[in-house]
C-alpha cells in the first residue's frame, strides 16, 4: 500500500492557483479591512480615476468568512471540469467567464444603483450551468415526498451562496449563469479553443512552486491508474476478491456508463466500483480524487 497520495488539486492547477489567490484576498480583505481595494462600488473610479485594475480585483475577495466557506467548496467539488477539459481549455473558459462576466456586471452598474458583489461569484455560477448538465445524478431518493438526487447538496450550497449577500451577490449570480450559458451555447467555437502552448508552459514554470509542491503523505487504497488500466496496489475487499484475474459482472451497466459519462474510462469505474463495494457514491468520490 503506497502512503504517498495525489494533491486534492491533481490535475487542476489552475483551480489551486484560483482558490489560494481568492482565499489570500479574502484574509487580508476581512482582517486588514482593505476591502476598498478590491471592489468597484461605481464606474467613476474606471471612467475617471481610470482604475481599470478593479474589473479584474472585484473577483477575488470574499466579503465575509460564510459566504468564503461556501464559494471554495463549491470551488473544490467543481475542480473536475479543469480536469475533464485540461488546464489550457479551461483557461480559456475562465477569461471566457471573466470578460462576459464584467460586461454584465459594468451594464448592471451602470443602469442600476446595486452594487457588484466582491468574489469569483461569476465562475462559481458559470461552472454550475456545466454541472447542471454534464454532471449525471448517480444517485437518487425522496425527501419529504419530493424526488431529489445526490447533486441536491451542491444545488443548496450554490443557493446559500447566492442569496449570502442579498442582492448584490444575484449579479455575480446572473452574469455567471449567463455567461455559463453562453459558453455551452457555443455560439462561437470557444469551446474548441486552447491557450497557446507556449504560454502555457511559461505559466507552469512559474507557477509550479505553487501547484506543484512535495506530494502530500496519506493513506490511500490504490495509486494512479496505469496505461495498461487499473490500479496498482488496489486492495479488493474480501466479497469482491477476483478469481482468475476476472472482474465480476453482478455490476449494473448503467452506472458503469453513468460515471463513463463524466469522464472516466470503463476500467478506472469498474476497479473502484470493485474498492467501494459496488457503492456508486463512494466510487464517484474515489475517482474524483484520483
Known sequence: MSLTGPSPFQNAPLTKVITVISGSATFFSVFLEIKNYFDLPHLSLLTTKGQLWRIFSVNLPFTYFGEAMCGFILLYQFRLFERQMGSRKYAVFLLWTLGIASLVQLGFLTLTNIKLPTGPYSLIFSLLVQFLYDVPATQNFRFCGLPLSNKFLTYMLSAQLGLSNYPSSLVGVVSGLLAGSLYR???FPVRKWLIPKKI???????????????????????NRPTAAGGFPNMQVPPP???????????????TIATLMDMGFDRQSVITALVTCGNDVQQATNLLLDM
Open 185 to 187: 451555447a457555443d455560439i
Open 200 to 222: 502555457s508552459e511559461f505559466c507552469t514554470k512559474w507557477m509550479k512552486p505553487l501547484i506543484d509542491p512535495a506530494p502530500t503523505r496519506r493513506r490511500v487504497l490504490f
Open 240 to 254: 469482491f476478491v477476483v478469481q482468475g484475474g476476472n472482474i465480476p459482472q453482478q455490476f449494473d451497466e448503467n
